[in-house]
């Protein structure tokens, strides 16, 4: 089949009416006498209508008049939809929610891997196609990211009861498994409570604008990019608020999309009124939209950046003068903090919910054995 590049085809408001409009080898194309935009059945079928037209283009069968589309012409399917109408009613749903950066990166790269796809893979009944077919063209490590956003698509659907089942919401388990880095080695390790003393002394003195930070990862246990998108307007004296999160550029929802809220402590409140007191000898208003930890021309902080230029320089240093066992990096912090917490009897129902986990996962990933346990006598 003679593969033809696709136009980007969608809907419009036209003065309250759906409009569909795209260009095509050089021609503009209107339809119109699709109903009114708000109504939700009027813009369902559109979004149809706009599937259509892109598979009669993939198939080389689309029709110039257009007269094979109109509203009352086109027989629409009456089975449930496929993974391209599923995507592209998702992205209509939540394009007011979803940052116009994802948008416009993470969208547009789903986008193009779904037109990898032959249209019969993208049928409900034939999900276990799919990553066969895509795995000729990528790498198991992009199609995580890819099916990460394609199971979030799934799941919204069948909440809006416009699918039986999430059928393309394990698309990931069906994916090689990657071979263990150090990374994965590192994760239920962490510091000492003299290691940390031992950081957090060498950081404030060769470091100082960049403690506030290192501590508010310990106190809290955040996730770094939970830290990096938080803004003086989800700081109050009864805690923090913790509903978005900034990595790859992009703002967007914490990791399992919850809002949670983290209890304000003393060592807290004074981690906050020293980064406050830091930003306000830069000339920075404590405005409710300022980032709290902004990065050092003022927009969001740049996780490698800091790591490299701050983090792994003064640990590694320490690691070298035998002050501390090894080098971990800036994430471990939250394994740090989790096992502290654990260890200062703080329960772990509690623990999994401020730190926004499953006790299964805070037991597999975060709780560090103690290497500096004094045995009693037996």
């Known amino acids: 089949m003679v593969r033809h590049r696709l136009p980007k085809i969608g809907i419009r408001n036209n003065n309250g009416a759906i409009q569909i409009r795209f260009q095509y080898q050089q021609h503009n194309y209107s339809l119109g006498g699709l109903g009114q935009f708000g109504d939700r059945l009027s813009t369902s079928r559109a979004q149809e209508i706009c599937e259509k037209i892109r598979f009669d283009i993939l198939g080389g069968q689309f029709d110039p008049t257009l007269k094979k589309y109109q509203p009352n012409q086109i ?22 929610q979803i940052s116009i950066t994802t948008q416009k990166r993470v969208w547009r790269d789903v986008d193009r891997v779904l037109d990898k796809l032959p249209r019969e893979a993208c049928s409900p009944n034939s999900s276990s196609r799919i990553t066969p077919e895509l795995l000729k063209h990528y790498s198991p490590g992009t199609l995580r990211r ?9 799941n919204w659907a069948f909440s809006q009861n416009l699918i039986t089942d999430s059928h393309w919401g ?60 938080l803004t003086w307007e989800d700081v109050a004296d009864s805690g923090i608020t913790f509903d978005k999160a900034y990595s ?16 304000m402590t003393d060592q807290l409140a004074q981690v906050l009124e020293q980064q406050g007191q830091i930003l306000q000898r830069k000339g ?10 902004p990065g050092q021309q003022g927009g969001y902080l740049n996780l490698d950046n800091f790591t490299s230029r ?10 070298t003068d035998g002050l501390i066992s090894q080098y971990l990096p ?22 999994a919910y ?6 299964r996962m805070l037991e597999r990933h975060y709780f560090s054995p103690n290497s500096d346990i004094q045995l009693p006598d037996i």
């Open 75 to 96: 027989v629409l399917p009456k089975e449930e939809p496929t993974l391209y109408i599923v995507w592209q009613r998702y992205k209509l749903a939540r394009q007011g």
């Open 146 to 154: 890819i099916y990460d956003e394609i199971q979030t698509a799934s």
């Open 170 to 229: 394990k698309l990931k388990k069906e994916l090689p498994k990657p071979p263990k880095t150090g990374a994965e080695k590192r994760r239920k390790q962490a510091f000492t409570e003299d290691e940390v003393a031992c950081i957090m002394a060498a950081i404030g003195e060769q470091r100082p604008d960049c403690l506030p930070f290192c501590r508010f990862l310990l106190l809290t246990g955040c996730r770094p990019e939970d830290a990096i998108a």
């Open 248 to 263: 790859r550029r992009t703002l967007k929802p914490t990791k399992n999309e919850k809002v949670r809220q983290f209890p």
């Open 284 to 293: 920075v208003a404590l405005k409710p939209s300022q980032l709290v930890f």
């Open 310 to 319: 701050a983090w792994r320089p003064v640990v590694k240093q320490l690691v």
């Open 330 to 351: 800036t994430y471990s912090l939250r394994n740090t903090s989790a096992s502290f917490y654990l260890r200062k009897g703080v329960d772990p129902s509690t623990i």
């Open 354 to 359: 401020l730190f926004e986990t499953s006790e």
